[in-house]
Structure formats: C-alpha cells, structure tokens
C-alpha cells in the first residue's frame, strides 16, 4: 500500500527558506504515467491550499499565488519529493501536507499525516 | 484563482441526510468533472471520499455521494453517523494544471 509521510524542520524564523521532504513508500515514485506529487498546506483554522504539483520527470505546477517564493523538485532515486518556499513569514504558518495527484481526474489520495510548521521570531 | 465556496459549518441528527455545497465559477467546477470530496478528521491525513463528482473510492460506504450543477458540486451524507462528525473540503481542477479547494465545512453529528 503506497504510503507518503512528510519531514522536515516544525519552526523557523521570518525570512528564513522552508525546507520539508515528502518520502514516497510501498511504491516507486514513477510508478504510473498518470500519477503527479503534491504540496498542500493548512493554516491553523483555515481550509486547504494547492500548492503546487510535481511530475517524476521533474515538470513542476505552481499555484499562482505563491509561484514567486515556492520550488518543488523530485529526487527519484530516493524516492522522494521536496518542497522549498523562501522568506517565509508568519503567514505561511501551517501544516504542511505532501499527496499523490491522479493526472487525469485530479484527486488526491493518499495523504500524508501534515507537518506543522510554525514561523515566528 | 479563488478558493471554492462551502458553508463553515453543517449539521444533522444520527440518520438524517445533510448535503453540504461547493461553489466555483465557470473556470473550475462549472468546467469540468474533476471535482472530488475529502473528509478530516483532526489530527488525521485528509481522505478522498468523492472522485471525479460522482465516484467513490473503494472503502466508502454508499451513505456518501456527490453530484454537480453548473458551477456548484454537492456532496450529500445520508445515514449519518457520529464518525461522520468531521470537516470536509471540496477541490476542482481548474485548468492549467492547477487545483483549487474549497474553505472547509464542519459536520456536527
């Protein structure tokens, strides 16, 4: 059963990088033709946020909104997929989750746990 | 690209139906079918419920369904029972590549 989990450092400062890894298990990352990567997030009390999407070929999606400070990469010989988004700020508190995107219909499944990260001086 | 509207909050006693709406324009749900539901539970990974408006995953019990019309997408639970207490948050493609979800809305069972 494929299974993501999510790593990475839970604090960090204002303007500081943001850095977590999304390793891919039960499965090989370029398992099927049709199957994306993903970042999601989750403010505290708030609804989700696409972040952006990765193939395993390395062709990467970004939600406009945060285009300019996010950077998503694959390392498939790790099995493994990475999210980085710069000069963080209070407002990119969040748990943050990494997920399988099914190419053709767009849903995503499974999910990892989340991480919190929490920005604050 | 905005996020999909739901209502913040639902609720229902043991057994009755609640259908909880999402609403897009005509870039995203009103575009396509690549509408899915997912359901969390705190502390817990979000999981898919719905699929492509109307499908569910193997493992969802058929107390739970979705349909679509124009620019808003439905998600109904009949039935309901006290582990449908959770918040469920639709999501659309919205061309490009790109996916938007919707703000959330909290089940009270």
């Known amino acids: 059963q494929l299974q993501v989990q999510e790593s990475g450092p839970g604090l960090l400062k204002p303007s500081e990088t943001l850095s977590l890894t999304c390793t891919v298990s039960g499965g090989s990352i370029r398992s099927a033709s049709s199957y994306y990567w993903g970042w999601i997030r989750q403010p505290p009390g708030k609804g989700l946020e696409w972040i952006g999407t990765?193939?395993?070929?390395?062709?990467?999606y970004y939600n406009p909104s945060l285009k300019t400070r996010v950077t998503i990469f694959v390392d498939t010989s790790k099995n493994q997929f990475s999210l980085k988004v710069n000069s963080v700020t209070a407002a990119d508190t969040a748990v943050y989750f990494c997920a399988r995107l099914e190419g053709f219909e767009y849903w995503f499944d499974p999910w990892g746990q989340g991480t919190l990260v929490t920005v604050s001086s | 690209q905005s996020a999909l509207t739901q209502p913040p909050s639902a609720s229902g006693s043991p057994g009755q139906s609640v259908t909880i709406s999402c609403t897009g324009t005509s870039s995203d749900i009103g575009a396509y079918n690549h509408v899915s539901w997912y359901q969390e539970h705190p502390g817990r990974a979000p999981k898919l419920i719905i699929y492509e408006v109307t499908k569910r995953p193997s493992g969802v019990p058929d107390r739970f369904s979705g349909s679509k019309s124009g620019n808003t997408a439905s998600l109904t639970v009949s039935g309901l029972q006290a582990e449908d207490e959770a918040d469920y948050y639709c999501?659309?493609?919205?061309?490009?590549?790109?996916?938007?979800f919707g703000g959330g809305t909290k089940l009270t069972v």
């Open positions: 990765i193939y395993y070929s390395g062709s990467t």
């Open positions: 999501s659309s493609y919205a061309g490009s590549k790109s996916v938007v």
